[in-house]
């Protein structure tokens, strides 16, 4: 006699298993969710990028701010004010489109007196506020030589000034003014203005619109023997 499956395991062995409809469904899900997944991280790894960029703009900035304050802080006071553009070494002279420091240095490529510039240049990258620096002056002439350099490197850099100057940041504009008379001026707004070292000097730079702190920022430097000075 034929032995008979129990009805309780024929309803289990038609349970058993997916259909090709469930199996289509599932892949479908899965796809959606790798899909979803991938949008999730290639958003986070461009915001880390754009975090990251910003932040090493803020840094580059950070950075520029304290060598422009070295910069000053180091100026050669003893020397005599400029007299006339292109002249003579001076402490600091402002010609319109660069500004020139003697300063006294000491690191490792040798101790003394060296020009550093500062202007607003347009290179490969766009316009970018930038430092330019050269060697220590072992005499005089090499002094003069450099003062020089430093007025015309704006407008014609050369190959050996390109590995002098840093890229510092983007920016549209720039404005220097003196503090003197208990006032900030126009560097050449007074007749005596070529006779008398100021006793300040304020940075105005106007970052690009795509920059984190974009719009002007204003930076006073105050020299540390000017007394009652007002900023």
């Not at 407008?155 to 840093?166: E, F, G, K, N, W």
């Not at 702190?213 to 430097?221: H, M, Q």
């Amino acid at each position: 006699m034929p032995r008979q499956v129990p009805k309780r395991q024929k309803a289990g062995s038609k349970a058993s298993g997916f259909t090709l409809v469930e199996l289509l469904v599932a892949l479908m899900v899965m796809a959606l969710l790798s899909l979803m997944s991938w949008r999730g991280l290639d958003a986070m790894g461009r915001a880390q990028t754009q975090t990251q960029a910003r932040a090493d703009t803020l840094q580059a900035l950070s950075n520029g701010l304290a060598q422009w304050g070295a910069d000053l802080d180091a100026m050669a006071d003893d020397l005599p004010p400029a007299k006339s553009i292109n002249t003579t070494p001076a402490p600091m002279e402002w010609n319109g489109q660069v500004l020139r420091i003697t300063r006294y240095s000491n690191t490792a490529d040798g101790a003394g007196l060296r020009v550093i510039a500062w202007t607003l240049m347009a290179d490969a990258e766009g316009k970018a506020w930038q430092r330019w620096q050269s060697p220590v002056a072992s005499t005089r002439a090499d002094l003069q030589q450099f003062w020089t350099r430093a007025g015309t490197w704006a407008q014609s850099p050369t190959p050996a000034d390109l590995t002098r100057q840093v890229r510092i940041v983007d920016a549209t504009d720039w404005q220097i003014f003196y503090f003197r008379g208990d006032a900030w001026t126009n560097p050449g707004s007074s007749s005596d203005a070529a006779a008398t070292n100021p006793d300040g000097v304020r940075l105005q730079l106007t970052l690009p619109p795509n920059h984190p702190l974009a719009g002007k920022l204003i930076r006073d430097w105050i020299r540390p023997t000017a007394v009652g000075s007002k900023s």
